[in-house]
């Protein structure tokens, strides 16, 4: 069974950085994605960004993009979303999920394992 467990969330004002890490108790899945989602109060949990854990593509929802930085380091298990320039709607729960067969890259449903989340909130 796998388990996820992420860390590195806080507080922070706008423009901060902050850097999640999510770190996988099992060996590398050959065909699995790591991904991010998140979960705002008051919202449903959304896509954040994904990578595959072989060849690392990459893919972004795109209010992240180019401020948030997904990558994964294959030998310890373990992914990371590096988020700059934060702003107060990025405030949200922070989930790491894995899947072993994903067709659609934001469809939540597909993803087997999920960590407890880390909380992220920032202030203007």
């Known amino acids: 069974q796998v388990h996820l467990v992420e860390s590195g969330g806080g507080l922070g004002q706008a423009g901060d950085s902050l850097r999640l890490s999510c770190a996988a108790s099992t060996v590398t899945f050959s065909t699995g994605v790591l991904a991010w989602f998140r979960q705002a109060p008051g919202k449903e949990r959304e896509f954040v960004a994904s990578?595959?854990?072989?060849?690392?593509?990459?893919y972004y929802q795109d209010s992240v993009k180019g401020r948030f930085t997904i990558s994964r380091d294959n030998a310890t298990n373990t992914v990371y979303l590096q988020m700059n320039s934060l702003k107060p709607e990025d405030t949200a729960i922070y989930y790491c999920?894995?899947?072993?067969?994903?067709?659609?890259?934001?469809?939540?449903?597909?993803?087997?394992?999920w960590g407890q989340g880390t909380q992220v909130t920032v202030s203007s």
């Open positions: 999920a894995v899947g072993t067969t994903i067709l659609r890259l934001t469809n939540e449903d597909e993803y087997e394992y």
């Open positions: 990578i595959t854990w072989k060849r690392g593509r990459i």
